[in-house]
Every structure is written in C-alpha cells, then in structure tokens.
C-alpha cells in the first residue's frame, strides 16, 4: 500500500483489524524485518491493526528532497498518523532507529499514543557499548550470501545460527539493495530530534524497554537509563543477544511484547488513564 504524505509515497504494510499498532524498522533494512519479528505476536493478540510503513530512504519509500533530517522524517509520520490511522488511539513499537522516532512520536502524541515499546532503541548519542562478540555459532554455517551480505550478517548476530541466518536472509537481506546511502547520509547528518516545547508531565501510559545484553550498537546502559524515564515501563535486558534480539531472542520477546499489548489495553479502558499525559 502507498499514502502520499508531505509530497512522500510513503509505502506500508497493513494488516488485521482493532487498534492501531504503528511499528517501525530500523537502519539498512526496510518493513519486513519488524513485520516478520511481530506478526507471530499478533496471531497470539488479536484485535491489533498493524501498520508497517518503509522509513524513507529505505524499502520502497523515497529519501525525498525535502526530508533534511530527522526532524522532517518525524513530521511525516505524524501526518502519516493523521492521514492513515486517525485521530484516536494507538500502539506505536520501534526497533533500533525506529525506536528513536517512536519515543519522539510518543513525546509529540501523549494523548493519542497510548502505549509504547522499544527495542533496542538508539538516541541522540551513544554511549558506552560492549564490544561486538559471537556467543553462538554453528559449526560449518555456510551463509553462501555473498561478502557484503555475510559481513552484514556476522556484524548484526552475536548468536550465528541456521535459524538465525535464516531469518537475516528472509527479513534482512532482500532490503540491502533498496538502501539509499546518499539520501540517509543527508537525513542523518541532521540527527537530533527536537523536544516537544513547553513543559510537559512524563509519559504515563505503558512502556516496555528491550535491550539485548551484548548489543554493541546501542548497548543495554542506555536503554535501561531510558527506562527510568517511563513511571510504568517494564525493562528486559536479554542475554544471549546483540541489536538482532528480535531475531535471537524471538520467544522472550513475543511473550513481553503480548503482556505490554494486555497492559495497554488495560490501561487504555480505565478512566485514569484517558486523561494521563494530556495537557
């Protein structure tokens, strides 16, 4: 599916019907890697409308012109919200990069966005981060992708796998060649996301935070200090697992992401929380 927005063929997936479920990817790949890693959770939660769309400069969706930061790439999800998904209530999930645009649309809609998780988020900067180590590997794994391919896949996975190696070739690796480096490289350069202006009360609808142990791109420091932000956030630091913990740790990650959609709903029915986070 396709939604023009801001002069932007923004293309996404959609599917099932209920609430809105917003869910973004991360850097370098495009919709398929989150929607693979969270449609089995949502087989096991019905009532969810997943959305799913391609960030710019990657899948399908342009690094349009006038998208000079991430500032601009913010805006456009906002009134992707508006012109897809409405006016009420939603979900919104990120992973990575997707991540950080996800606590900036939650920051921007408290009022709308009633619960939120993030995996391995990235933010404004990075701090300390462990250095990237294999914990798993399967003796005699071809990965047969090709070189560029292979480095990709053994900088992402600390646990190395067929199973894992499957999922990299299914969800990540058809999007390697749709990434427009150039258009990112320009997007990126302006990286910092404005704050919402004016003094604002701390996000209180339900948060869940995921970190993987070995993450050596955003580590698991920062997204725990992160979590502290949040006064109803569960924080899950997993082991056996880097910044491919949707991919390494699918179980954990389903399970806690089912109970945070039982928090939400819960939350978004009582009459507390309708007017948590407004104002």
Do not use: K
């Amino acid at each position: 599916m396709e939604a023009t927005v801001r002069g932007v063929p923004v293309h996404y997936v959609e599917s099932g019907g209920g609430t809105p479920v917003l869910a973004l990817h991360g850097v370098g790949v495009d919709h398929r890697e989150i929607e693979g890693a969270l449609e089995p959770v949502f087989a096991a939660a019905p009532g969810f409308r997943r959305l799913y769309p391609d960030l710019p400069g990657m899948g399908l969706t342009p690094a349009h012109g006038s998208l000079a930061g991430n500032d601009d790439v913010l805006d456009l999800l906002l009134d992707f919200i508006d012109t897809v998904i409405g006016p009420g209530p939603l979900l919104v999930i990120g992973h990575s990069y997707g991540g950080y645009l996800a606590r900036a649309i939650a920051e921007h809609r408290p009022e709308q966005v009633v619960g939120l998780a993030l995996v391995c988020p990235v933010g404004a900067s990075t701090g300390d981060v462990p250095e990237h180590e294999v914990l798993v590997s399967s003796p005699g794994l071809s990965v047969d992708l090709g070189p560029e391919l292979e480095a990709s896949y053994r900088g992402y996975f600390v646990v190395q796998t067929a199973d894992t190696l499957d999922r990299f070739r299914e969800t990540v690796a058809p999007a390697a060649p749709l990434v427009d480096e150039s258009g990112l490289a320009r997007i990126f350069s302006r990286w910092a996301l404005r704050r919402r202006p004016g003094p604002g009360a701390p996000y209180a609808q339900p948060v869940l935070v995921l970190a993987g142990r070995q993450d050596s791109t955003s580590g698991f420091a920062g997204p725990a200090e992160l979590a502290g932000q949040y006064p109803h956030c569960t924080l899950a630091v997993l082991d056996r697992a880097g910044h491919a913990l949707l991919h390494e740790q699918p179980a954990l990650v389903q399970a806690l992401i089912v109970e945070w959609l039982a928090r939400a709903r819960e939350d978004a029915g009582s009459p507390e929380s309708r007017g948590a986070g407004s104002g």
